[in-house]
DNA sequence: CTGAAAGCGCTTACAG
DNA sequence: CTGAAAGCGCTTACAG
């Protein structure tokens, strides 16, 4: 019986108590000092096992739940991870995000999402915000950006795992695939159909479309087509009505594309839809071929062929990853390339 | 000077400083104490403007910004805002949450999404961790849950305001519209323009959507139709697969159905696509309708007659509702409802 | 309008 | 393997 607290059921005039259930709580209930049930509960460095079973029993019958603020100010580091996304309103991502915080949340991670709507500045303040919260890991989309957006992450010291591309440089870590080697595979796709006359159709234009675009050009030229590379570049958000506009705009600009390369789905959906509604025959007078395997393509009239992108694995894995870093573990494969899949269907 | 400090550029062996610029730095630039600065950041009583601007000052040249963590403890309520929603793979959700999100971030809020998969278990489990977090506010999906997962909502005396249908409870806040309302607007709408044998077709079966449902029995009763209501209810997530075998089923069950009303767009686009597979002419057959407006509705073949639902000016409002009942201000309309629209295109 | 003191609930760094 | 002390960076509750 402590004798320096007469009376603990009055709470003290200057009580800011919250009636939490402390760490101090289970200590008493448990008959041990707190730094050992911080130290049992966090199952860091060994307790003895008796000990452990004491403080567990006494949390769960308390309802102990450990304070998020209270431990991120202690450790100088909180149980957030902080996700870059460009976009909700593309499908990709919303996969991606929600492959990336099941896991996260399994472990104990509370996500915070930052959507950057493309904007280099936006990040930037996105990224300062979120660092402010002492973020215990970050998952930012793609490669590039700001110098400033990428100091900030460098001088952060924050474990960041780059996803949807794939960075080579050592020290930083990404999970991924080749947007270049995908928009070549679908490309050759179409040669080896026989077509010849093939256009590459894209929209946002950000790093990854353009870097599909690469790999489209790269196929042409291999195939010694090089002058027939056709590219139509719209800075515009994807959409499907944007597919249809951009279809028509093909067609009338160069009748004789036999094929067209859409660096989305959404917007390969729209030009189906289109060429539907136009009476242009898919794949018959021009064969139509999207990215990403989005949902509804398979479902188009024709179902559409594209790429099938490994969004929900690079979620999961990237994860883990990021995982690993923030335990301060080595990563073995700090470049994890997961590939892409061509999806044959019938619009080529 | 403080002579107890002999020697402030060499950190005690014990320093756990975290190099971070605190309040205190702020303070002893400015010439005031922690407290003076602490107000004049938050804007909280009045402090001298004169100080206020030394403050301000002080804080920009030192690039002092505050740590969350340290606040939240202090003043037992963090900066986040949890928000639960069912599911991600419904667009309507995505767009919702986006615009929830940009309204909080504007106001220095950080959102903590939770996805409870139309799960109350899981509900319940997510509510748990987020309420650890002390959020400063709570936004949740309609207004069914377990009795377990409301006490802890009512229990934790977090404000919440629920989003998408509207309560009618004093004491509790709703910002959203009469979702059996829009089932029946809908229906009248099949109904005014000749159609008798109407279904009702859904998955997912949430509370939503067997409101909408309750709306379209209520329009074909007073129709005097009650002897062909006809509903197909599915379990399954929605989806536009989905959506193309109810079509059949319902065909196929229901030869002389005259109109279909489905309980979400993704379900009626399959649907669509199905019936342009299979020969089955929209809307001279079989009307069609469906439900929220997604994307792709206006492109498909025919354009989707749809109930247009205002989530983004729901998620607006519910946030600037939630940020008065964060501030602690009276709510002069706390059930607010934002109405819906028919979009009567081509496919009825 | 301003401040000195205490405290929020944890973990780190040392010591044994 | 366990603990007493200090401290993380703020805000609350008083007092003036």
Redesign the interface.
């Known amino acids: 019986m402590p004798a320096s607290k007469p009376n603990s059921d009055e709470p003290s005039r200057r009580s800011?108590a919250?009636g939490r259930v402390t760490l101090a709580d289970v200590a008493r209930e448990a008959g041990v000092s707190p730094i050992t049930v911080s130290r049992a509960l966090r199952g860091e460095r060994a307790v003895a096992a008796e000990l452990c079973e004491r403080v567990q029993a006494a949390a769960t019958a308390l309802g102990y739940?450990?304070?998020?603020?209270?431990r991120?100010?202690a450790s100088?580091r909180?149980s957030h991870v902080a996700v870059l996304i460009p976009k909700?309103?593309n499908?990709l991502f919303?996969?991606l995000?929600?492959a990336l915080?099941r896991q996260l949340?399994l472990a104990g991670y509370?996500?915070?999402?930052g959507?950057t709507h493309y904007d280099p500045a936006e990040e930037e303040a996105v990224l300062?915000?979120f660092l402010?919260?002492?973020p215990a890991g970050l998952i930012v989309t793609g490669l590039d950006r700001s110098p400033a957006a990428a100091a900030l992450i460098h001088g952060s010291g924050v474990p960041c795992v780059h996803v949807m591309e794939l960075a080579s440089e050592p020290g930083s870590y990404s999970v991924g695939f080749s947007q270049r080697e995908a928009g070549r595979a679908i490309t050759q796709h179409l040669l080896d159909s026989g077509r010849r006359r093939v256009a590459y159709v894209a929209a946002q234009l950000d790093p990854r479309t353009l870097q599909r675009g690469e790999g489209y050009e790269a196929a042409m030229q291999q195939a010694g087509l090089a002058g027939s590379v056709r590219k139509l570049l719209s800075p515009e958000p994807s959409?499907?009505?944007l597919g249809?506009v951009l279809l028509e705009q093909t067609l009338s600009e160069a009748p004789d594309t036999d094929a067209i390369f859409f660096c989305n789905d959404?917007l390969a959906?729209?030009a189906l839809?289109?060429a539907?509604?136009l009476g242009v025959a898919v794949p018959e007078r021009v064969a139509v071929v999207g990215f990403n395997n989005l949902?509804?393509s398979?479902?188009?009239?024709p179902p559409l062929t594209t790429v099938a992108t490994p969004r929900v694995e690079i979620g999961a894995q990237a994860a883990q990853m990021l995982m690993a870093l923030m335990r301060g573990q080595a990563v073995e494969q700090p470049h994890l390339d997961l590939g892409f899949q061509i999806l044959k269907r019938a619009s080529s």
Request: proline content about 6%; cysteine-free; charged content about 20%.
């Open positions: 800011r919250t739940v450990p304070d998020p603020a209270a991120a100010l100088a909180s909700l309103s499908t919303v996969e995000l929600d915080q949340m509370q996500t915070l999402i959507v300062r915000s402010a919260h002492r959409s499907m009505a249809g959404d959906q729209g839809l289109a539907l509604r949902p509804g398979d479902q188009m009239l």
